[in-house]
């Protein structure tokens, strides 16, 4: 299945990729690694995480305090947010 982000939620993933990059040079990519294999798993198996509100589901990364935040649409799976979840919890919900 497809998979399109939302312009803010490319731009969270991007600043969170550059902030893990500048803290520990390397720790950036690792972290896209590992939203790049979440991605794989939310385009394989869309229903497998429990769902954050009526319409859309997290899957959170298994290193960082990060959760995608995503909606199984008709013919793609649309991401919400890359959602740090030591920050506001559901800062993401007017974006749906």
């Given at each position: 299945m497809r998979i399109r982000f939302l312009?803010?939620?490319q731009i969270e993933?991007?600043?969170a990729v550059a902030y893990y990059n500048y803290e520990s040079p390397?720790?950036?990519d690792a972290f896209l690694t590992e939203?790049?294999?979440a991605l794989d798993r939310i385009g394989t198996f869309p229903e497998a995480w429990y769902?954050?509100?009526k319409r859309t589901r997290r899957c959170q990364t298994p290193r960082f305090p990060y959760g995608i935040?995503?909606?199984i649409r008709e013919d793609e799976i649309l991401v919400v947010a890359v959602a740090n979840?030591?920050?506001r919890p559901k800062y993401w919900k007017d974006r749906i």
């Open positions: 312009e803010i939620a993933l991007d600043e390397g720790l950036g939203v790049l294999k769902p954050s509100s935040i995503y909606q979840l030591h920050k």
